[in-house]
Structure formats: C-alpha cells, structure tokens
C-alpha cells in the first residue's frame, strides 16, 4: 500500500537544504502517516511480547594467538600482579529482545550471535538468556 | 570491458585503485556505492582497502551486509573476476567468497612497509606471464592482516592450489605464511598488500601492474 505522501513544499526549502537534509527532515512525516494507517484502538501491535535480557561473550578460539591478552598479560607483572598464567581478552554484548517466548528468542539470539557477533572460524561465543 | 570498484563508507583505497586501473593502465572504471545493486557491463569488480563501517565489530563484519554485496555473490558465481585488498580481503572472507579470516597482527603493530611475497600459485588467470616461485614487492598497510584458519582448511587451500601469495619474511602472523588467496574455481582473489600502490612509478614500483591488469586480461 502506498503511503500518502506529505504535500511537496521542498520549493520552500530550496536554496537553504539540501536534499538530503530534506529526506532526513521527511521521515517523521512518513512515519506519521504509517500511524495513521493503524487502528488507534484495540490495535493488536499494543499487545506486550515479553522483553528478553541478553548477554553474549565472544572469545577468541583457544588455539588463536590472542596478542593484546598477552601484552595485558605482561603489563600485569608490570603492575606487581603476580601469578596471572592465563589472560583473553573477549567481548561482551548487551541486548534486550522482544520475542512470544523463550524458545523464539533464543533462536534469533543464536542466528545473530553465529552469524554477526561472532566470526566461528576464530571466535566462540556463549549466551546468557533471561526474562526482564 | 570495466571495472567496478566498491565504495563503503570508510573506503580510503578507492581512488587509488582507479588510479592504478584507469590512470596508469587505461582500463575504464567506475565507483559502486555500497547500496547500488547493478552490476551490468561490468566484468571486474574490486573491494579496496581502508576502514569500511568503521570496522566495527570485526573488520568487514558489517560490510557483509551491504546491498551491493549480494549482487557481488552471485557475479562471482557467473565467473566474474573479483579482487579484494586489504580491507576487501577482510570483507571476502567475511562474507564466505573466501575461506578463513584475518584478525590483529601477532605483534600489534599497524604495519606499513613495503613486502617481499612469492607466487605459490600461478594456475590462475591473476598471475598472467609469472610462474611459481617469482618473487613481488608490494607494499602492506594493515593493523589486522594475520590470516586464520583451521588445519582442514589450510589442507583444502593446499588441495586446491588456492594459496597464491606467501610473504618471504612473515610480518603479522598470517597461518603458513600467507598473503593472498584464491577461490578454488581461481575468479576471486584476496590479499592483504596493495597492488594498486605499486602501477604508478613515480610514487612506487610497478610490480602491482600484473594485478590490475588481470581484471580485465
């Protein structure tokens, strides 16, 4: 269905706005009318899907040489911290996701995390999930 | 007979291969923004080096997901020659056109000097009139240019004789010593030097010709 499209006063803003500034200046008027083509009541978008906490840690695979662990690692003896063996740096990744249930938002969180926040040739990632 | 070359937000290499192309060896070019779809006349495509979305998450994590991309895929399924550099090798690999990844160089360092590589391979098109074993100075420029991969997958490069630059002194790290690589079928190629800044002599050697000439040889 196409959207009903403001009326073009783009004349007006010639010479002072680019177009691009015009189109940035435009979006509101779009979304405006998207919502006037909801109803206002009763409007089945209202109803709450639960909200999801997430947090997924990506590593580096263990057989992949980690060069900033290991220079944190020696500025760590630096520091007189002594003993530390072992150090990795990773990521961490906060998200909050609305999904009908568990099981959906576990799979979206999984698609993401194997196919955009980690790369699995050189990363491993875990996911913790839960209900907000 | 042209060249198209990928502009991401973040490119920093794009004028230099259409220097390089279309400025020093007269084969004509044109910029493909990261959101155009069409790829008609075209019968090269190159993804320059620089910095694409700010590198954000990975190198080329989010590049993968550019519009002009998924036309890209599927022109390289038809056979159409594409060449990532540098930061378009990142992409490549991202993307899956290429096997492996690269990531943060094993002594930190963003390095910026000029490579000695070796032809592993010259069973493909790219390395028109070099044999195996010819040696190439092409300058690097790369904080992330560590080639990785699993021990099937470097068994699968070598099967295939798919690895087709070897650094003579390994300056990052990179698994076997490895510059570049192609696809098995030979049309895509990714490396981590910069052949387009060395076709110009007054600003670097010519030993990049061979590359850019390739695209259209």
Known sequence: ?132 | MSIGVVVFPGSNCDRDVRWASEGCLGQPTRYLWHEERDLSGLDAVVLPGGFSYGDYLRCGAIARFAPVLESLVEFAGRGGRVLGICNGFQVLTELGLLPGALTRNRNLHFICEDAQLQIASARTPWMKGHQAGDQLTLPIAHGEGRYQCTDDTLRQLEDQDAIAFRYVNNPNGSVADIAGITNAAGNVLGLMPHPERACDPTTGGVDGRTLIQALLG
Not at chain 1, 72 to 78: C, L
Not at chain 1, 99 to 116: F, G, I
């Open chain 1, 1 to 132: 269905m196409a959207a009903k499209k403001p009326a073009d006063v783009s004349f007006l803003l010639s010479g002072w706005c680019t177009t691009d500034e015009w189109s940035a200046f435009n979006v509101p008027s779009r979304l405006w009318d998207r919502c006037l083509g909801l109803p206002r009541f009763n409007n089945p978008c209202e109803v709450t899907v639960p909200r999801y906490q997430a947090r997924v840690l990506v590593n580096l695979r263990p057989s992949v040489l980690d060069p900033a662990g290991e220079a944190t690692r020696s500025a760590a003896s630096r520091l007189g911290v002594d003993g530390v063996s072992k150090l990795r740096i990773g990521k961490s990744v906060e998200l909050e996701l609305d999904a009908p249930d568990e099981q959906e938002a576990r799979r979206r969180l999984e698609l993401l995390s194997d196919r955009l926040l980690a790369n699995p040739v050189i990363e491993n990632w875990t996911l913790e999930l839960q209900q907000a």
